[in-house]
């Protein structure tokens, strides 16, 4: 059964089940009420005439007995009541609407009360005209019972006058039920409308099919409603994150640090990916897409990322590899270089300068290479440093590792990959800053204590103008047109989140001067 379908019918079964119970219930309490009305009214007109002045005259004077059932039926017509009945301590009637009647024994048995007792009372029974509803009053007169008069009304008529009463509420319910299917309908109409016209089966379908899609895409999905708090991830993202149930309608700035990576709802940029870390040894790529209604208002965001941990140490092994080519190929370099000196030197038979620039030569390598690894305890950053160090020699850079530099282990907050990407990147922009003449030099320390890692660098570079000083930071913003922009954005935003502190002075060249804490309590 189509959907439309069901919630018309149950709404017509509602509607039928709810006018059915009111109109059965107005009507038994509208005969309710209508019976204790007549009750009243028929006590009050039998009290009326066990009182009147010719039904007591009745009784002393046999003949007046004729005129007094047409003075009853008077009576009787006037307050509309089916019959009056007067009958003496016999229970033999003297008065009846049937004129046949008269003279003859009372029916129905209940009058027996008020011609022993003298009672008033009303009562139920069967008489000539059938069962019907009757006030029983006794006749006194001076002080001595001459019979009983009773006033009735019969069942026929009771009912009759309730359905009149209720009839005039049968339009209304008519109107009411004609009223709730046009509703029926133009509600199913409008669910419709709003599901797309889809079927429940079909929605199910789709969901089901949505969930096994979201569950076995790559990449981690969220949707946030437009407070920011979670409403619906996948499987991915579970994994990625460490969400679980618990975490629904948390907001998302609890769980990781998405939204410092996102600017505000209003940028028009929604569907650039950004890079976050979401914790120590975690990021992510990610990028979002604004949800609006059909007023064009935010009701929320639908994040999408990808696990870039696993991709970084596959790319770090490339670059290492990269790396130690590219220090074998300088080295390489200079070594033949040096060996043409020596080769030139023993030609000219100069041996004493040929066993001083060995010597020398041989000393300068120990020197830088004792400085890196004897003090430099993390592979990875000694690694990077020593390929820095050959390939500014092979482009005539002079690069100073200062020998008072050392490092045993990197902060909390920071990973090896995330410490390479801030000592990398800013050495290669000194690198790239100074002349390659023989005159350019960068100086660079690294240095540690319980509490702070420190890096300086330093270069005779140009310096960097300041109207751009404020924008080097920025995503996208570079100055070498075959530079993307994201170094500095990498690594402001590795410092910042480690809690660290990034410093940049200009003089005679450009100075960087950074502090990250060793603990994760420390603040910046």
């Keep these: 059964m189509k959907l439309s379908t069901q919630i018309t019918f149950f709404t017509v079964l509602i509607l039928i089940f709810s006018l059915g119970s009111m109109t059965v219930l107005s009507y038994y309490q509208m005969k309710s009420i209508l019976n204790d009305q007549l009750e009243d009214k028929l006590m009050d007109i039998a009290s009326y005439v066990s009182e009147d002045y010719m039904v007591k005259e009745a009784f002393k004077d046999k003949n ?22 007067v009958f003496d ?8 609407p049937v004129e046949e009647n008269i003279g003859k024994i009372f029916k129905g048995g209940d ?18 005209l059938g069962i019907s509803l009757r006030a029983f009053v006794p006749i006194f007169n001076e002080g001595r019972q001459l019979g009983g008069v009773c006033v009735g009304s019969t069942i026929v008529e009771i009912n009759r006058e309730t359905f009149k009463k209720t009839e005039q509420f049968i339009p209304f319910i008519i109107i009411g039920f004609l009223l709730g299917i046009y509703c029926a309908f133009v509600l199913s109409s409008s669910i419709k409308d709003e599901i797309l016209g889809l079927e429940p089966r079909e929605i199910t379908l789709l969901l089901k099919e949505k969930e096994a899609i979201l569950d076995n895409v790559k990449e981690g999905i969220i949707t946030l409603n437009e407070n920011g708090n979670l409403i619906q991830y996948n499987r991915e993202a579970a994994r990625i994150l460490g969400l679980t ?41 990610c990028k ?41 190929r300088a080295q390489n370099h200079e070594f033949m270089n040096k060996l043409h000196t020596i080769s030139g030197l023993i030609q000219l038979e100069e041996y004493d300068e040929a066993v001083k620039y060995i010597s020398k030569t041989a000393n300068s390598g120990n020197d830088i290479t004792r400085t890196i690894t004897g003090k430099i305890k993390n592979v990875n950053i000694a690694a990077l440093l020593l390929a820095k160090y ?36 800013l050495i290669e922009n000194s690198l790239d800053a100074v002349n390659v003449d023989g005159t350019g030099i960068v100086y660079f320390k690294i240095s540690e204590t319980d509490d702070i890692l420190i890096i300086d660098i330093k270069d005779n570079g140009p ?3 300041d109207e751009i000083t404020e924008k080097i930071y920025e995503r996208n913003f570079s100055t070498k047109s075959e530079h993307q922009g ?39």
């Design 64 to 85: 007046k007995l004729p005129d007094l059932n047409e003075h009853i039926e008077k009576i009787r017509s006037g307050t509309s009541v089916d019959f009056i009945t």
């Design 89 to 96: 301590m016999n229970s033999i009637r003297l008065t009846h």
């Design 111 to 128: 009058e027996i009360r008020v011609l022993t007792k003298a009672e008033k009372y009303i009562s139920k029974a069967e008489g000539t």
């Design 245 to 285: 149930g618990k975490d629904m309608n948390t907001n998302v700035n609890e769980l990781v640090n998405i939204n410092k990576m996102i600017p505000g709802l209003e940028a028009a940029e929604s569907n650039n990916d950004f890079e976050v870390k979401v914790r120590t040894g975690v990021t992510i790529l």
């Design 288 to 328: 979002y897409r604004i949800l609006q209604n059909d007023k064009k208002q935010i009701i929320g965001k639908v994040i999408n990322f990808r696990d870039l941990t696993e991709v970084k140490k596959m790319s770090e092994e490339l670059t290492g590899i990269k790396k130690m080519a590219w220090s074998l």
């Design 390 to 425: 050959y390939k500014a020699e092979e482009t005539r850079i002079k690069f100073e590792i200062d020998k008072n530099s050392n490092l045993s282990k990197v902060p909390v907050l920071v990973s090896d990959d995330d410490l390479g990407s801030v000592i990398g990147n």
């Design 463 to 465: 310096g960097i103008p």
């Design 486 to 524: 994201y170094g500095m954005f990498i690594v402001k935003n590795i410092i910042e989140n480690a809690n660290g502190k990034i410093t940049l002075s200009v003089d005679k060249g450009t100075s960087w001067h950074i502090e990250i804490p060793m603990k994760s309590g420390e603040n910046k």
